[in-house]
């Protein structure tokens, strides 16, 4: 059954250009200006680009002598590991004087970079600027953002460091891999990766002239055991040490027994964050089939408490249902929502996702028959008794007597054709409710008309946008589509007839009915052939 709930992704990663470093000693040198990194090199066409950072020689070599360089290539997205920019915000400029003459400098900005200090050795940094998107897609109020990556010498663990200037002060929180934590004027996001990818197991099969392949019971002819995929790994054990070392690196005037930290809760810590109990409300035969809980566990006594972190608890639960021959299943999602903007909710049958502006809540049912929008309502209820659906982007049936109004055109059949079914829907928020900016409702329009042994299909599809198309399209037999201003129009039509083609003026007709400016002339003509349908015993054209 397909899971009909959409989701939205909250954070997009993004990995600017790197330079790769090699060593790393004290902050204190940053400050007296020591040249360390040599980027963007080319000694017979431009001057040495230098990047301001501690513990590399002003000649571009590391302490140990080997080169740090920027390689050639487009900027990439990369995941976790890499200098990857956490924020989701659009890019600026980066501010006058941290680029100028072959220098890069971050001072000059006011911006002081933390090193994880003696044990980490860096393999990749990167600076940009990040904040809120401006209606050109470039950021007028951007933050200078510092990532870099780091290997911990004595574990080969990957650490990832992303400092970020600004004034808010968020709270401090220590998870199992990761952190977040504010010092002296910058926000950190710090995480360890714990997970080491194996290589793949091979061995390899008779001589180098050729390789056996195996027999029955996986054994080669020569008797060798064909190739197997590595064992998988498991999280390292070290990483919390590392982690906290990291820290300490970076921020060494923090306590850490001030940080508030995570851990697994049951349904009393569900109730403790503010979350209702969605249990009255699932319905008779479905049992507790799953539960995993995360909440948010305060600082020690005597730390300053008094900022809350605006992420960290969620949970996810599900229920099967038992003695029955169809497989059904309801679950419920619920976390923080952090300082994602808030989102207009969606509902139907088989689910419902909305925030509060606290929480982001889903509850979703796969079923072979669906468990009922009043079941789903109810479950909503029970978590968040502030649920409210009046303002969600719903699917509804249009009436045609709508589409006027909306500025759309129902399509005509043409003559000798009867309407056989039509579809209105349109996905949008009710009239009167607030709308988030730049939304717009989608609408999916269709009609089905039949003459005989004959059939056509006429379409119209609006999506949000911006508004395209001049009337221009293709073209072929039984098929026209075009676009005119953000609305695509189509009209597709088979024949069970002797003859696989239906007239082309009927196609004309309806094209004309939906868009009364439609001009076949500005669409390109295609050489497909139609398609002829199958032909039913007993029918005739």
């Known amino acids: 059954m397909e899971d009909r709930v959409s989701s939205r ?48 020689g002003a000649d571009g070599t590391t302490s140990s002598g080997s080169e740090a360089s920027l390689p050639a ?15 989701p915000a659009c890019t600026g400029p980066l501010p006058d004087g941290v680029v100028a003459n072959g220098v890069i400098d971050p001072s000059k900005a006011g911006f002081i970079p933390a090193l994880p200090g003696d044990g980490f050795t860096p393999s990749n940094v990167s600076l940009s600027t990040q904040g809120d998107c401006g209606p050109d897609g470039v950021s007028k109020h951007s933050a200078l953002v510092l990532a870099s990556t780091w290997q911990h010498d004595a574990t080969g663990l990957g650490a990832f460091v992303s400092q970020r200037a600004t004034d808010t002060v968020v709270a401090n929180v220590m998870r199992p891999d990761s952190a977040v934590f504010w010092a002296n004027g910058y926000e950190f996001t710090v995480s360890v990766n714990g997970y080491i990818a194996l290589p793949y197991a091979s061995r390899s099969f008779g001589s180098d002239s050729g390789a056996a392949a195996p ?28 982690l906290r070392q990291l820290v300490s690196g970076l921020a060494p005037s923090l306590d850490q027994k001030c940080f508030w930290t995570l851990a697994k809760g049951d349904w009393d810590a569900v109730t403790a ?13 479905f049992s507790e089939s799953d539960l995993s809980v995360m909440s948010l566990v305060p600082p020690a006594a005597g730390c300053d408490a008094s900022i809350k972190p605006a992420d960290g608890f969620g949970f996810n639960a599900g229920w099967q249902k038992t003695g029955s021959n169809d497989f059904s299943y309801i679950g419920v999602s619920v976390f923080s929502n952090g300082e994602s903007q808030p989102f207009p909710g969606q509902l139907n049958e088989y689910g419902a996702n909305w925030s509060n502006g606290t929480f982001n809540f889903g509850v979703y049912a796969k079923s072979e028959k669906p468990v009922g929008i009043d079941t789903i309502k109810a479950i909503a209820r029970a978590l968040d008794p502030s649920f409210n659906e009046a303002c969600f982007i ?33 996905q949008g928020v009710a009239d009167g409710c607030p709308k988030p900016a730049g939304f717009e409702p989608t609408y999916a329009l269709a009609w089905t008309f039949e003459g005989g042994a004959d059939t056509i299909e006429a379409s119209i599809d609006h999506f949000s946008g911006e508004p395209t198309g001049d009337g221009s399209g293709f073209r072929a037999p039984n098929n026209l589509n075009w676009t005119r201003n953000g609305t695509h129009y189509s009209v597709n039509a088979y024949s069970r007839g002797i003859s696989p083609a239906v007239a082309m003026d009927d196609l004309i007709a309806v094209a004309t009915s939906m868009d009364p400016s439609f001009d076949i002339a500005k669409l390109s003509e295609s050489p497909d052939k139609p398609i002829a349908q199958p032909v039913p015993a007993g029918t005739a054209r």
């Open 73 to 87: 290539g487009p900027m990439t997205n990369g995941g976790r590991g890499g200098a990857d920019m956490i924020y």
């Open 215 to 242: 027999e029955k019971g996986g054994v080669t002819s020569q008797g060798a055991s064909p190739a197997m995929p590595a064992p998988g790994g498991e999280i390292d054990p070290r990483v919390a040490d590392v």
């Open 273 to 285: 964050a503010g979350v209702g109990d969605p249990r009255p409300a699932i319905p008779s035969g």
């Open 394 to 426: 719903q699917d509804r049936e249009l009436k045609e007597s709508e589409l006027a109004r909306l500025g759309f055109r129902a399509a005509a059949a043409p003559e000798g054709y009867k309407l056989a079914k039509s579809s209105l829907r349109v």
């Open 9 to 56: 992704s909250l954070i997009d990663l993004r990995k600017p250009l790197p330079w790769l470093l090699a060593a790393a000693a004290g902050a204190a040198l940053f400050a007296s200006g020591v040249l360390v990194a040599n980027a963007l090199q080319d000694d017979s066409k431009a001057p040495d680009t230098k990047l301001i950072a501690p513990g590399i």
